[in-house]
């Protein structure tokens, strides 16, 4: 559900979504409008986000469809790591992005519960979201805050080696 509203002539967006076990909502317009002005120069430039980044310009459309929806730019995490290589080579991600929003039914905490909850998959990617220990949320974030958790398994795509 979409709801739209203007504040002080501005149009806001506003979009309730449910998504396996999570009923979210996620001001649109204040999400997108930070991604937009947020600086990727502010962020790791280590070999491994630098791939990550890379894959980003190689997702299909469903992903990038989700990470639009929610007015996410996927390549502006609010963090995340490499934790080692899979059996098939691939490299594993853990990380999240901030939204604008809030958790109104489920689960509000994923860190340690990966294998109990009911994630939802696109591609290579699990998700899920919190609202409880956020961490890394910048300064000038606004308020109220979730993330959206993921894990995701992605080629080496650098010509540079993995550090």
Not at 92 to 120: A, C, Q, S, T
């Amino acid at each position: 559900m979409l709801k739209e509203h203007r504040v002080q002539g501005e149009l806001q967006l506003t979009k309730r979504i449910v998504i396996t076990d999570w009923e979210i909502e996620v001001d649109y317009s204040k999400t997108k409008e930070y991604y937009s002005n947020h600086k990727i120069d502010d962020d790791c430039t280590c070999t491994s986000c630098m791939n990550y980044r890379f894959n980003c310009k190689q997702f299909s459309n469903e992903l990038l469809e989700f990470f639009e929806g929610l007015g996410i730019d996927p390549s502006k995490e609010g963090e995340f790591m490499d934790f080692g290589v899979s059996k098939e080579g691939s490299v594993i991600y853990m990380g999240f992005y901030h939204l604008v929003g809030r958790i109104l039914d489920g689960p509000d905490y994923v860190d340690d519960k990966w294998e109990e909850l009911n994630l939802f998959k696109i591609n290579e990617f699990e998700f899920g979201f919190s609202s409880l220990e956020l961490r890394c949320v910048p300064d000038d974030f606004p308020d109220p805050v979730i993330q959206l958790e993921f894990k995701a398994i992605l080629p080496w795509l650098l010509e540079v080696p993995r550090e």
